[in-house]
């Protein structure tokens, strides 16, 4: 079946209910109905109904089947010509949004992009994050090409990206003092996706497209020196430095982004000596990434990125030089897998040691543990008849109180007059005085 490129221009209310017979699309009951609704409940003070922007802000997804590019308000979709109806209706999480679907074609359409291959050929001159990939949707690891790369401008960090407890939301960038007109350069070559002016967020701000995959955002410039569309090489001037939109003063917000979805810059970036932590091949993993709209801090990953050797331009070797080229890398490949199971026994080895080291200082603690319980136990013991030893002696004795005699003291213990002077060796004319310590039993 043959492909032709289609159009989709969004329809607003007033247009869609307003338009004369003849213009107006063959809408079932249910959509006119669905249009009126959301017509009824949208208010916008200064905003253009059913934007681009509209879309992103209600969580609205283009399906992957239409979705190729965007161009302002117009979606560009490569599709057959039976594959799309006359209209489509776009679920949000708030409800729907209506298109049409329009034949012909806009000139000077661009077509290729860099990586286009990557972003499957969706390339938008609105909206910084027009994808809608979750994180879910994108490879475990993927490996981007570092090398070329340029610092955007000098000067010191002044805000990090991360959770902002204050706001109760993402900084999604790395902010850099700068002088207002200083120059921002692209930090890898690639195309100017987006050259923007957002008054409540970025100010006027560059998006770039860069060959490896990445894509940058350069945020509250004072001054745009580049154009959408157009080819950029590493360290060109897209701008200069400022402090439009929503800012406290003169700084570059820096964003790096990976099919829409945010990186933390200084995980890649060593922004104080202004190059890359490591040069190479970077390994991008599922937990260097930040969806938009997270609501609390993810972990910090616990170190930096990896990076491999970048493997040389084969299409430029002859068939010999290929060849010898795919046995070294099998050979590598060899190698590395063995290391790999080498690495994964003596892992293997390891937690049988530790396994085994965790139970015998177990059965340790245990065993000290039951010394030390039959140790308390005797030590309690020997306290318990010390105790009665004491007390048994403490009860032989009696200590002569004022006003005592012989014949009180023997009716106090149940004992003779005679016997308790036989006991302490008394006399008849034995006298005994208060504080004076006699014996009463034997």
């Not at 957002?198 to 006027?204: E, H, T």
């Not at 170190?303 to 068939?319: A, C, G, S, Y």
């Amino acid at each position: 079946m043959r492909k032709q490129l289609i159009i989709l221009t969004l329809l607003l209310p007033l247009t869609l209910w307003a338009a004369e017979p003849e213009d107006t699309l063959s809408l079932t009951a249910e959509e006119i109905a669905i249009g009126r609704l959301i017509e009824a409940e949208l208010e916008f003070d200064d905003a253009e109904p059913y934007s681009l922007d509209d879309i992103d802000d209600m969580g609205g997804v283009v399906g992957a089947f239409v979705a190729a590019y965007w161009k302002n308000d117009t979606l560009v979709v490569n599709a057959s010509k039976d594959d799309l109806p006359d209209r489509i209706l776009v679920q949000t999480v708030d409800g729907f949004l209506l298109y049409k679907v329009q034949r012909d074609l806009p000139p000077n359409m661009p077509k290729v992009h860099p990586a286009n291959d990557i972003y499957k050929g969706m390339w938008a001159n609105v909206r910084v994050n027009p994808y809608g990939y979750t994180v879910a949707q994108i490879p475990d690891t993927v490996q981007i090409d570092l090398s070329g790369f340029t610092r955007p401008c000098k000067g010191k960090v002044t805000s990090h990206f991360g959770w902002r407890p204050r706001f109760g939301r993402w900084h999604y960038g790395t902010d850099i003092g700068v002088r207002t007109g200083d120059k921002i350069h692209t930090v890898w070559g690639g195309q100017v996706r987006i050259c923007g002016w957002d008054p409540k967020g970025y100010g006027y701000y560059v998006v770039i497209r860069h060959l490896n995959g990445f894509e940058t955002v350069y945020g509250h410039l004072s001054k745009i020196s580049v154009v959408e569309n157009q080819g950029v090489k590493a360290g060109e001037v897209i701008g200069l430095g400022g402090s439009t939109g929503h800012s406290t003063g003169p700084h570059l917000h820096f964003e790096i982004r990976y099919l829409g979805i945010c990186i933390n810059p200084e995980l890649i970036v060593n922004f104080e000596r202004g190059d890359l932590h490591n040069d190479g091949v970077l390994k991008l993993t599922h937990n260097m990434l930040t969806p938009h709209g997270q609501k609390k801090p993810a972990p910090a990953p616990t170190k930096l990125p990896e990076v491999e050797e970048i493997l040389p331009d084969t299409t430029q070797m002859t068939p010999e030089e290929l060849e010898a080229f795919h046995i070294e890398q099998q050979l590598k490949a060899e190698q590395k897998a063995k290391e790999e199971a080498e690495r994964a026994e003596k892992a293997r080895k390891a937690e049988i040691a530790r396994q085994e080291a965790a139970k015998k200082a177990a059965a340790e603690k245990a065993r000290k543990e039951a010394e030390a319980k039959k140790k308390a136990e005797e030590a309690k013991k020997k306290a318990a008849e010390e105790a009665k030893r004491k007390a048994a002696e403490a009860a032989r004795w009696y200590v002569v109180k004022d006003g005592d005699s012989f014949w009180s003291i023997a009716n106090k213990k149940g004992i003779s007059v005679a016997e308790l002077k036989k006991l302490n060796g008394f006399t008849d004319k034995t006298v005994i005085h208060p504080g004076q310590k006699i014996r009463v039993k034997k």
